[in-house]
């Protein structure tokens, strides 16, 4: 069988598998639809809505952005900002999805018994981790071209050419990243192949892609900023908006094709960034088929084979007793610090937060002095709460904690589809639904107030929050954080993922994940909203705490609808 | 110890019966083996009786104890092995035993004792401290035949205990399981080894196309016939056409 049809036949069925569609196929066969269709339609509209939503919120945010930057001409620069950004957030998010459903599928072994070419089988899951990452790529960038050609004032024949412009570079534009992940995995997958901790080592090859992606995205954005000194350039760039597309791709030279190809102004520039972009893509895409053939088993074996250890016997381990609730706590938080996978989607998330918030306060990539991004919070502050900011920090230490409960609701979100198969476990042990659900709310819980700490402690440093509002908003983020977990847990106790063929799945193929945290959005608008109206009558603090009280009450309420959801779902999932 | 009356278990909206009004009593300190055809409906029985699934018709008691209306005082009385091995892999085996422990309540001195006993009898005390996901196929359903039998139950439940287990281990297992009902707890087990029903059980239920074709002792099932073997009696009684069931 030649190597392309081997290639159709492997993307054939693991298309067939992840998108359920043989599951499509007999249900549209089987005449009537029953409980399980109608409730598969109520969820597909229901994920049009979130993924509605998620558009809504970031059009409205980038509409604005781009209408004021096209009065100065900048909005070609806002529009290379956003192809820069999706590049970088396909490489992360890339990285992670191939590490899982490239190399650590459960399935490999079976793939590898088969008389199958290696680089057949990495590019037909490479395929699928690429229209995973196409799909990503679809969120950031089409709206910003709609975008872009509304505040453009572009005719109509002007926006359909527009759109025609932007269909292959949304489908070319993750390929630089995607194969730059594929490297990296690629050979990283072979070299931990050699190392005895392989779990650990993939952590830290994760938080190091973490941190240099930040720090790099925040570089490369300084790049991107003009030197404001530069009088000759600053007139360059409002008149020519080709320089700016310029500085896109001294930058990050993919990200500048992409751009040029995009919104080029001339045809000669286009036609240089379809073809800058379509090079890069195809020496990438063949550099990784190349390698695969020597490094995709090897590396993928290696994953499944028990790491070199020192032998721990019975006797070297400590029996220990504790309650059912504090062995579920425990059974959770090391089920996630001990998958690079779940460590990566859920830790990342919180160590994300403080990091942003360090880099934003303290990198200062235009030359206006370190401590611009302090003094502009504390501006913001004042304009928003009237006054002193000094009051307004206990609400901002509140607020800084539910955002962090947000973030990292994916540890609680995900916990029922992380079981998948072993919910088995938690169907036959005698322990109540309460109790369950409060083990992974507080597993979930202490994740977020680690997050949580680590942000306000960043803030006291940079900002000068004081003790007392650092531990005003470790108490009353807490309370808010409640009800924003206790809410994300509603998508995973209705529909938990209960077969998965690699961990990434159990995080992401059934968007309980985006679907809880469109929820705690939603809740956390509405806690927003009740603590600022409330301390425009009393005192900041007092409105903080007012507003932790509420969240207490509507948290417990929302902790009793998990315990009955848990219940129906233990007695009706098949373990 | 179980009683079932009138079980019942649809699959696909109703069109297959994998359950079909099964009614079955197991008394204390009996060794039950449960035996049919691959998709008979061994493992939904035993789902069933472990609260995992839920019946469409019918009830289940353990010990006395509705599973339905009251089911963690019913699985406090279940020491359950599933068919499969899908275990929290990322967890050591003694981080594992230790869970169990606790969710089942096993004081700490008598926890330490059986986990010993079990994972000797078994050969993985070595292999305690390691990852889950670095054990064969056979060392992890000797940890969860470990993590089934710690806080001792009245009832133990195995979907085929036997499978992955090497000679020895096995040999001890079926000990251990005459040893468990002569102190008056019940097995209840299911089996593709019929020459292992045979010897071992008081009693055996076969079931076919979610029908129970057949219960009793090895002696009442053979009825007149003395030389009948079980495999004999096994196909006799699932190669009848369906309406005869």
């Known amino acids: 069988m030649s190597a392309l049809r081997e290639y159709w036949r492997v993307l054939r069925l693991h298309a067939r598998m992840q998108l359920g569609l043989s599951a499509l196929g007999a249900r549209a066969r089987g005449g009537r639809p029953g409980k399980n269709t109608l409730r598969a339609v109520g969820f597909g509209l229901l994920m049009l809505y979130a993924v509605g939503a998620v558009l809504f919120i970031y059009g409205a945010v980038l509409f604005p952005l781009m209408r004021a930057a096209s009065v100065l001409n900048m909005h070609t620069f806002i529009m290379g900002g956003i192809v820069l950004l999706c590049m970088t957030v396909v490489l992360f998010f890339g990285t992670m999805t191939i590490l899982s459903l490239v190399f650590g599928a459960k399935d490999a072994e079976t793939f590898a018994a088969l008389p199958l070419r290696g680089q057949s089988v990495f590019l037909a899951k490479f395929t699928m981790a690429y229209a995973i990452e196409t799909g990503m790529t679809a969120v950031f960038l089409w709206p910003a071209v709609v975008i872009y050609g509304i505040v453009s004032k572009l005719s109509a024949p002007e926006f359909l050419l527009l759109i025609l412009r932007a269909l292959p570079v949304w489908l070319l534009l993750p390929a630089v990243p995607m194969a730059a992940a594929a490297l990296l995995s690629m050979v990283f997958t072979r070299l931990s192949a050699l190392a005895r901790h392989r779990d650990k080592l993939l952590m830290v090859f994760g938080i190091l892609l973490t941190l240099g992606l930040v720090i790099g995205q925040s570089l490369l954005t300084g790049r991107l900023a003009p030197a404001l000194s530069d009088q000759a350039k600053v007139e360059e760039l409002l008149v020519n908006s080709g320089a700016w597309l310029g500085a896109v791709s001294r930058a990050f030279p993919p990200a500048g094709w992409c751009a040029q190809a995009l919104i080029g102004t001339n045809a000669a520039s286009a036609a240089f960034g379809y073809l800058g972009l379509a090079a890069a893509a195809a020496a990438g895409l063949a550099v990784c088929v190349l390698l695969s053939r020597h490094l995709y088993y090897k590396g993928v074996l290696a994953q499944l084979e028990a790491p070199k250890g020192k032998k721990k016997g019975f006797r070297q381990t400590g029996v220990k007793a504790g309650s059912p609730l504090r062995a579920y706590v425990v059974k959770e938080l090391r089920l996630i610090v001990r998958s690079p996978v779940y460590a990566l989607n859920i830790l990342m998330g919180l160590l994300v937060v403080p990091l942003m918030v360090v880099i934003a306060l303290s990198v200062d990539p235009s030359g206006m002095g370190a401590s611009a991004g302090t003094e502009g919070l504390r501006a913001i502050l004042s304009s928003l709460f009237g006054g002193s900011s000094g009051d307004a920090y206990y609400l901002l230490a509140a607020g800084v904690v539910m955002v962090t409960g947000i973030v990292g609701a994916t540890g609680v979100s995900t916990s029922f589809s992380r079981e998948g198969a072993m919910l088995w476990i938690s169907q036959t042990v005698p322990v109540t639904a309460e109790t369950q659900v409060a083990a992974r709310l507080l597993g979930g819980f202490i994740l977020v107030f680690i997050g949580g700490l680590l942000t306000l402690l960043a803030l006291a440093f940079f900002v000068g929050l004081s003790a007392a509002q650092v531990i005003f908003g470790l108490v009353a983020g807490s309370c808010s954080v409640f009800p924003l977990l206790a809410v994300s847990l509603i998508p995973d106790a209705l529909r938990p993922k209960r077969r998965w063929n690699s961990e990434a799945e159990a995080m992401k193929q059934n968007a309980n994940s985006l679907l809880a945290m469109l929820l705690g959005f939603g809740l956390a608008f509405a806690i927003g909203i009740l603590a600022f109206f409330l301390q425009t009558v009393i005192q900041a603090w007092a409105a903080g705490a007012a507003a932790a009280v509420v969240c207490l009450g509507v948290g417990y309420l929302i902790y009793r609808y998990d315990v009955r959801l848990v219940k129906t779902m233990m007695r009706t999932v098949d373990g | ?245």
């Open chain 2, 1 to 245: 110890m179980i009683t079932l009356s009138g079980l019942t278990k649809s699959y696909a909206r109703g069109a297959v019966k994998a359950v079909n009004n099964l009614s079955l009593s197991v008394e204390r300190g009996e060794i039950f083996g449960f035996i049919g055809p691959n998709g008979a409906g061994k493992t939904t029985t035993i789902k069933m009786i472990t609260g995992v699934l839920q019946p469409d018709e019918g009830r289940i008691a353990v010990g006395g104890v509705d599973m339905l209306t009251e089911p963690v005082r019913a699985k406090k009385l279940i020491g359950y092995v599933p068919d499969n091995h899908d275990i929290f892999d990322r967890l050591k085996g003694i981080e594992y035993l230790n869970f169990i422990g606790d969710v089942y309540g096993v004081p700490l001195k008598e926890r330490r004792e059986r986990i010993e006993k079990y994972l000797t009898m078994f050969g993985i005390a070595d292999a305690a401290g390691e990852l889950i996901r670095s054990y064969s196929h056979g060392m992890k359903q000797k940890l969860m035949l470990t993590g089934a039998l710690i806080h001792k139950p009245p009832l133990w439940l195995l979907d085929e205990p036997l499978t992955g287990l090497d000679p020895k281990s096995a040999l001890s297992l079926k000990e251990e399981m005459r040893a468990h009902c002569r102190e008056g707890n019940t097995v209840f087990f299911s089996t593709h080894v019929l020459e292992v029903a045979e010897r071992l059980c008081d009693r055996i239920g076969i079931i076919d196309r979610g029908r129970l074709a057949a219960v009793g002792t090895m002696d009442s099932l053979r009825s007149g016939e003395k030389d009948a073997t079980l495999e004999k009696l096994f196909f006799e009684l699932t190669e009848k056409p369906e309406a005869s069931l």
